[in-house]
């Protein structure tokens, strides 16, 4: 972050914004969720209950994927779209601070769990598609689909395994 006062940085920020094209690329990305959130609903009917899209910093937009398995353990799952590295993630959340603590814990020599540092606001996060085509819709949301189902069932078994 800036060292520079709130005042000193409107200039650029002013700047920034006068073009148009941060706001109409940021509503392009919350769209892109937007459709992927629609699509998991209707993909995984009845296997997850899926919550709405949240936004509004320009760092993380994301939804939330729970079931009951998941909700025994206070987890759940978000595809995260990632603003500053504009990739797609797969992070593992707990309910609060504490149960995503005992989860980081209990899960640091799994491959997906840095040991050293847990995350901000995950027990893990994993990169879904490190190199999105965003301007092929249909390519993006078929590859984000073929990661997430390639790894929710190896974190499910890998969380039994551990609780």
């Known amino acids: 972050m800036s060292d520079k006062r709130l005042s000193t940085r409107i200039s650029a920020y002013r700047e920034v914004l006068a073009s148009g094209e941060i706001q109409e690329t940021y509503q392009d990305l919350v769209g892109i969720i937007q459709s ?29 994927l729970q079931n009951d398995f998941l909700k025994k353990r206070q987890l759940k799952l978000a595809i995260v779209l990632n603003h500053r ?15 995503q603590i005992r989860y980081w814990e209990m899960l640091k020599g799994v491959k997906w769990v840095n040991p050293e540092t847990m995350p ?44």
């Open 36 to 64: 992927l959130r629609t699509e998991f609903s209707k993909r995984y009917q009845g296997e997850f209950t899926v919550a709405n899209v949240l936004h509004g910093y320009l760092d993380f937009t994301y939804f939330y």
């Open 85 to 99: 590295q504009a990739n797609f993630e797969l992070w593992l959340l707990g309910q609060t601070k504490g149960v």
């Open 120 to 163: 901000e606001y995950s027990v893990f996060d994993v990169v879904l598609l490190a190199h999105p085509d965003f301007d092929n819709r249909k390519r993006l949301s078929e590859s984000v689909h073929r990661a997430f189902g390639l790894l929710w069932q190896e974190i499910f078994n890998t969380l039994e395994a551990c609780s």
